[in-house]
Every structure is written in C-alpha cells, then in structure tokens.
C-alpha cells in the first residue's frame, strides 16, 4: 500500500486494507518497539535519511494544537474534538511549534475570521505540521482552492475526528462533510456525553441544536450548520447533570438560534428550561445564547419568568441588525422593527435591569442614510449594555454578496459613528455601592483579577483570591468602567459553592464515565451516534493513563492503580481473541 495517497478520498474506509495495523494492534506493538542506534558519519555532506513510511507511523503518540474561532457553538465544537483526542491518547498542547498536528476550527461569519484561518493554514504548511481543518468554513465551501489536498472534518462529524487526525498523521487526506441522518430525519449532530476537554472547566456549553429556520441573505454559516436540528431534552438535562457533578457551576447554552429550539421535535425553548432548572444545584447559573425576535415573541410570559429564577442569568441576545424595516425585509430577517422593541420593552417591564445584548450590521447593502440614522436612534433609545457592532463583509454564495455594495468608505464611517455613539455613555455607573451576588468563573486578560457575573450577568471584577473560584459570593462595587464593575467581597458574606464536587483540571477530560470506561474494558465499539458510519475504539492504554476524578486520593490510588493492572492483564487475553475493527 502507498505511504501516502494524492488524490482526496471520500472516507476511511476507501484506504483501509488487511496489512494496515488496527488500534488494537498498535497498542500492544508499542511495548515492542526499541530505538536503533545509529552510528554518526562524519561526512558532513551525507543526505539525511528521507522521512519513515506513513505505515511505520503510530498514531495516538502525537501532539496536537487546536485552534477554535467564532461562536461559543463552535468553542463547544473544539472541546469535544480535544476531549476524543485525548481520550485516544493523544496529546493536546498550547505550543502550537511543538505540535505534531494542527487541528484548525473555523468560523465562517466574516471575512477577517477566514483570513486569519486562511493564513493559519499557510503557516502550518510552511512549518510541515499535519493539518486537519474544521468548522464552517471548510464546511460550507470545501471545494476552495486553499482547502485542496488538506483533510476536512464537517461540523457534523467531529464525533469521528479521531480517525480523520489518525489518517492524517498517516499522510493520507480524508475529507468527512455528510449530513447525519436516523430514519431519513436529520440529527443535530455528535452525541453530547462524548468526552470534552473544557477550555474553562467551571464552564459547560452545551449545544442545544444545530442549524435554525431563517434563510437571511448574508449569513453564510446556514450554509455549513444547514436547517434546525434539536437535541432531546432528555439528553441536554442529563449533560447539564454530568456537567454539575463535574465541578461545573456555570452552563451556557447555546446554538444559532436557541428561540426555535425544539420545533423540530414538537416541544419548545421554555419546557427545556423548566426541566434545566430543575437540575440546577444552588450556587450554580445558567446563561441563554442568542435567540431571534421572531421564534421568543409567542413565549414572551414563559420566558420573562424563566428570566427571573435565581439560578438563571437575567440575560438575553437578541440581534436586531437594523432598525430599518427596510433593510431588514432586504436581509430576510422574518421580524420588523416594532417586534423587536416589543421583547425587549416586556422583558424590560418583567424582568426588572434584564440585560439585553444585541448586534447590529452597518452597511448592509441598500442602506441609506436614513436606514442608518434610524439605528442610532434605536441604539440612543435602548443604551445597550452589550453591542456587537458589525461592518458588513460580502460572505461569497450568498444572496446579499450579489445585492448593489454599499461603498466601503461609507460602511467604515457607519461603523465608527456607531462606535462613538456605544462608547458616548456608561451603563454601570449607577451601580457603584450596590452590594451584589457574583459568581467566579475566570482570569482577566491581565491577569490581576478574577472576573464575576452578577444576575444580570454584567462582568464584576474581584480581587484574585482563590478562594472565591468557582464561588458565589456577596461584594460591593465600588468602581465602574464601560464594559466592567469591580467589587469588593463583603466580610459578613456566605460562600456559596455550586457543587462538592471538585472542578476538574485544566486540560482533564469531561465525560469518562462509569459506562464509558466499561465500554472501553469490554472492547465493545462505541459510536458517536446511531448514525455513525464507522465506530471508533479508545485504546486501553489510553484511558488507564488519564487522571480520572476519582483517583485523587493519594491511599485509594494505590489500590486503583493494582486493580487496573489486573484489569489490563485480563483485557489482553480478551483481546487477543478479537478482530478489532476501525
């Protein structure tokens, strides 16, 4: 068999033969594999031996470096791919030049974004990394010139990202893009108790659907994540659960459109959040992600309530993009200005300081100046807390990239005008000597204080007292800045902790359950859905190496560490009579 193969296949299965060795082979092969000594030439100009075969190769001994952009979906994406990885025994690194293989997840929203995943790509290729590319953007337009000869994983596969990396690594291209399907319906994607390595282990985000009902002109990641696919509600509490007796004590959930969450499967967005509620321990939050006008209007009560709880965050996005019917009918956008206004005016009536984040686009095409001076009214009118300001990029393929371009000249200009105005006033400082309740979650960028979330999920900062990490505890603020307040705790204050659960380490795998790790003892394949074409096996040595949360006791490690070693004894017998498949 080649070590390597030019043309793009279709699927593993087209370069899989009876001499290639199987995960199972490879484990065991590893003890037997000793380094030659090789005597040194003393002739300088001796060519050095070419690369080894592909076959030679083993996979699962290599370091991978991933690189997410984009939404938290797309981050949600990133950490199960690195969860997979590691679980296989690879191992995943922040030092991208040490990396064996460079595992790029893109976003497809805006032009700058597929710049930098453009040029990351160049960079990979001119330091000889494998690469392996995922995300929208490969999803979306896979046939791109810069994309060829480069192994692909769609945004419905990553369940199988380990077998496209192993490939990969083996000199081969292997492109998985399919749509997964159960009885002709489509699905939203991976399974959600797949293992999952948290970028911030107090932090779980769940994707509660894939894909949304809108065809709006200028979005180019329908394209890639395709129509609403929603997650049972059954699997999304019991990953919130899993997720609590993680150590986890904050949940965002999120998609491309959480307000149509479920009318794909005959329920809706507010009974999901009723059942998640419910499994909220006290000491832990939950944060909504974005939702359309058009899909929150019929479920105003319902969500207003929801809203209140204390274990939920007073927080909505809700993008408007324009406050021009106009231009909003030009985008397809299924909503008019007065909708919009009318959630936000009841949910401000309801849910009294609810902060409402939204996004604007300036320049779309078409927009005049009267479209534009109408969103400044709105964004003078609303004093938005949290803006996402957009200048709008033609996103090729796209209705709108076809429409008459506003000049560009003009859209920089909106954009800063726009900007000026955000910056113009400060939404916090009435705040200063409120004494609040804030949840600890992370760093800052600078590193000199943690940050917080009050109720209304507005950013607190607080001093750096680890202590307080993971915590829920009282402060009074006594300094606000324009996206910030910093808070001091209250001597007097109980500590809440979410959860008696230790949060796991940074970079430990989430998701090796009891049934999990059974599975892998018993050697039976586990797929990543009933769908899934191929099934993917763990090797054992791989998850006897991980540091699972229960073998942290320094006495009961002891013990552990024996039993596995018998454990693995008896599994190699099993094994040895077993055809194992890829």
């Given at each position: 068999m080649p070590a390597a193969c030019d043309s793009v296949l279709e699927d593993i299965e087209d370069i899989v033969s009876a001499e290639d060795l199987k995960p199972h082979d490879r484990q065991?092969?590893?003890?037997?594999?000793?380094?030659?000594?090789?005597k040194r030439n003393s002739q300088k100009?001796?060519?050095?031996?070419?690369?080894?075969?592909?076959?030679?190769?083993?996979p699962g001994?290599?370091?991978?470096w991933i690189r997410t952009w984009g939404c938290s979906h797309n981050n949600s994406d990133g950490e199960y791919m690195a969860g997979q990885l590691a679980a296989y025994g690879y191992k995943i690194t922040d030092n991208s030049a040490e990396a064996d293989l460079w595992l790029l997840n893109s976003c497809t929203v805006k032009n700058p974004a597929e710049d930098h995943f453009r040029n990351s790509i160049k960079k990979a290729q001119e330091g000889k990394k494998k690469v392996v590319l995922?995300?929208?953007?490969?999803?979306?337009?896979p046939r791109q010139d810069y994309l060829k000869g480069l192994s692909i994983i769609g945004v419905q596969q990553i369940d199988r990202v380990v077998e496209v990396v192993e490939e990969t690594i083996k000199g081969h291209s292997v492109r998985l893009l399919g749509q997964k399907k159960d009885n002709g319906k489509r699905l939203g994607g991976a399974r959600l108790d797949l293992p999952k390595i948290r970028k911030n282990p107090l932090i779980e985000i769940i994707s509660i659907n894939t894909g949304c009902l809108n065809a709006c002109t200028y979005c180019k990641t329908k394209h890639a994540r395709g129509d609403l696919a929603s997650y049972p509600i059954e699997e999304l509490v019991n990953r919130a659960k899993q997720s609590f007796q993680e150590g986890v004590c904050e949940i965002w959930l999120t998609s491309e459109d959480t307000g149509a969450y479920g009318r794909d499967i005959g329920t809706d967005l507010p009974t999901l959040l009723w059942k998640l509620v419910e499994a909220i321990p006290e000491g832990a939050m939950l944060r909504l992600g974005m939702t359309n006008p058009p899909y929150i209007l019929e479920h105003l009560e319902e969500m207003a309530k929801i809203l209140s709880h204390p274990r939920v965050y007073a927080f909505l996005h809700i993008p408007v993009q324009s406050a021009s019917d106009s231009v909003l009918m030009d985008m397809k956008r299924e909503y008019c200005v007065a909708d919009f206004k009318q959630v936000v005016d009841f949910l401000k009536e309801k849910v009294p300081g609810i902060t409402i984040a939204t996004d604007i686009i300036c320049g779309f095409p078409g927009e005049t100046d009267e479209d534009f001076q109408e969103?400044?009214?709105l964004v003078e009118q609303y004093r938005f807390p949290s803006l996402f300001i957009n200048q709008f990029y033609p996103r090729p393929g796209t209705p709108?990239?076809?429409m008459h371009?506003?000049?560009?000249?003009?859209?920089k200009q909106r954009t800063k005008d726009l900007s000026q105005l955000f910056h113009s006033y400060n939404p916090y400082d009435h705040k200063v000597g409120e004494r609040q309740r804030v949840l600890v979650t992370e760093?800052?960028?600078?590193?000199?204080?943690?940050?917080?979330?009050?109720?209304?999920?507005?950013?607190?900062?607080?001093?750096?007292?680890?202590?307080?990490m993971g915590k829920m505890v009282e402060v009074n603020i006594y300094e606000a800045g324009k996206h910030f307040m910093k808070g001091k705790p209250v001597s007097d204050a109980r500590v809440y902790s979410a959860s008696v659960t230790r949060p796991l380490g940074k970079g430990e795998v989430s998701g090796l359950t009891e049934e999990f790790i059974h599975t892998l003892q018993k050697g039976t394949n586990w797929k990543a859905h009933p769908s899934a074409e191929i099934p993917v096996k763990a090797p054992l040595s791989s998850w006897m190496a991980l540091q699972l949360p229960w073998q942290q006791e320094g006495g009961g490690l002891k013990i552990l560490s024996v039993s596995l070693a018998l454990l693995a004894v008896l599994v190699m017998f099993y094994y040895g009579g077993m055809k194992t498949e890829l």
């Open positions: 065991f092969v590893r003890k037997n594999v000793f380094p030659k000594v090789r100009n001796i060519q050095a031996d070419d690369d080894p075969p592909s076959d030679s190769i083993i001994a290599q370091k991978i995922a995300g929208c953007v490969p999803q979306a337009q969103t400044m009214k709108a990239a076809k371009q506003v000049p560009a000249a003009v859209k760093e800052s960028f600078d590193s000199n204080y943690y940050v917080a979330h009050n109720p209304f999920y507005e950013q607190v900062l607080v001093p750096k007292d680890p202590l307080l």
